[in-house]
């Protein structure tokens, strides 16, 4: 059974920084992609990034440059930094785990990340 953990949400001013953090049990991590999504309020799942065991990262065009994703293999950990945030960053995000393909199979419960002064 793979459980992913997010933590590090919450409340930050508009122009403000936050990294998440996304702990993942088992041996999965290693082997596999991970990534983030992000649901704003009212809005669909999106992509936020992805990055492979291998250290290769993706991001959602809108995002590249405001936000990073990184990984630590011997943690088990997925960290998503994320700088100059803006209201329309205000959403639950979700850690994620890809299996095969380009959609994620697993999901952890979602972290609120609110934008706001």
């Known amino acids: 059974q793979v459980q992913l953990v997010e933590s590090g949400g919450g409340l930050v001013q508009p122009g403000g920084s936050l990294r998440l953090a996304c702990a993942a049990s088992?041996?999965?991590?290693?082997?596999?992609?991970m990534g983030w999504y992000r649901q704003p309020p009212g809005k669909q799942r999106e992509l936020v990034a992805a990055i492979t065991s291998g250290g290769t990262t993706n991001y959602a065009d809108s995002l590249k440059g405001r936000f990073t994703i990184s990984r630590d293999n011997a943690k088990n950990t997925v960290y998503l930094q994320m700088d100059s945030l803006k209201p329309e960053d205000t959403a639950v995000y979700y850690c994620t785990g890809y299996c095969s393909g380009s959609y994620p199979c697993y999901w952890g419960q979602g972290t609120q990340v609110t934008v706001s002064s």
């Open positions: 088992g041996s999965f991590f290693s082997t596999k992609a």
